[in-house]
């Protein structure tokens, strides 16, 4: 059974950071495109970040220069590092894995981040 597993949400001011994690369990990650996406209360899910299994990464332009995606395939992990967070970064974050060869897409149930003072 597949599971994608995020953590490390919660409540931060202005101009704080956090780091989100995103463990999988019941897939081959290191061949997986893996990517964050937040959805905010009235919107759309966006993308956040990308990291290919090569290792390239993208990012959407609200976050780029603050925000930094990373894995660990020996912990089967990705991690978000967030900084300078603004109340505009306030979204449930989700986690998603994706495999282009069989079009495989798997999503975690998110994790809350609120950005307020």
């Known amino acids: 059974q597949v599971q994608l597993v995020e953590s490390g949400g919660g409540l931060v001011q202005p101009g704080g950071s956090l780091r989100l994690s995103c463990a999988s369990f019941?897939?081959?990650?290191?061949?997986?495109?893996m990517g964050w996406y937040r959805q905010a209360p009235g919107k759309q899910r966006e993308l956040v970040a990308a990291?290919?299994?090569?290792?390239?990464?993208n990012y959407a332009d609200s976050v780029k220069g603050r925000f930094t995606i990373s894995r660990d395939n020996a912990k089967n992990t990705v991690f978000l590092q967030m900084n300078s967070l603004k109340p505009e970064d306030t979204a449930v974050y989700y986690c998603?894995?994706?495999?282009?060869?069989?079009?495989?897409?798997?999503w975690g149930k998110g994790t809350p981040v609120t950005v307020s003072s």
């Open positions: 998603n894995a994706h495999r282009v060869a069989t079009m495989a897409d798997y």
């Open positions: 019941g897939i081959f990650f290191s061949v997986y495109a």
């Open positions: 990291i290919t299994s090569g290792g390239a990464t």
